[in-house]
C-alpha cells in the first residue's frame, strides 16, 4: 500500500517562500506519477503541479506557473514543491498524490494528509 507523508507547510507572509515534502513509500515509486493538489476553504481541490518519478516530466497550473517547482528525489523516494513569491489566494491545504498523472484528481488513488500553507497579506 502507498504512503505518502507530507511536511513543510506553515505560515509566510507575502512574497515569502516555503518547500513542502512529500515522502513516498509502500510501492516502488517510478510506476507512479505525483501530484501537488490544493485546497482552500469553500473551494473545490485544484491541480497545482506534477512530476513524472521517471524522466522528471512536469506541469503546473497556470496560477503557480513561474513561482513554484515540483522536483523530485529518487535516492530519498521524496517529491518537493518549492514555493516562491506566495500570495494570500495561495492559502490552502496542500495535498500530496500518487497515481497516473494529469490534471484530475481522479487520476490519483493515493493522497497524504495534507498540510497547511496560510499567506497573510
Known amino acids: 500500500q502507498v504512503q505518502l507523508i507530507e511536511s513543510g507547510g506553515g505560515l509566510v507572509q507575502a512574497g515569502g517562500s516555503l518547500r513542502l515534502s512529500c515522502a513516498f513509500s509502500?510501492?516502488?515509486?517510478?510506476?507512479?506519477?505525483m501530484g501537488w493538489f490544493r485546497q482552500a476553504p469553500g473551494k473545490e481541490r485544484e491541480f497545482v503541479a506534477s512530476?513524472?518519478?521517471?524522466?522528471?516530466?512536469?506541469r503546473y497550473a497556470d496560477s503557480v506557473k513561474g513561482r513554484f517547482t515540483i522536483s523530485r528525489n529518487n535516492a530519498k523516494n521524496t517529491v518537493y514543491l518549492q514555493m516562491s513569491s506566495l500570495k494570500p489566494e495561495d492559502t490552502a491545504v496542500y495535498y500530496c498524490?500518487?497515481?497516473?498523472?494529469?490534471?484530475?484528481?481522479?487520476?490519483?488513488?493515493?493522497w497524504g494528509q495534507g498540510t497547511q500553507v496560510t499567506v497573510s497579506s
Open positions: 498524490a500518487a497515481g497516473g498523472g494529469m490534471y484530475s484528481p481522479g487520476n490519483y488513488p493515493y
Open positions: 509502500g510501492r516502488t515509486a517510478s510506476n507512479y506519477a
Open positions: 512530476i513524472i518519478w521517471s524522466g522528471g516530466s512536469t
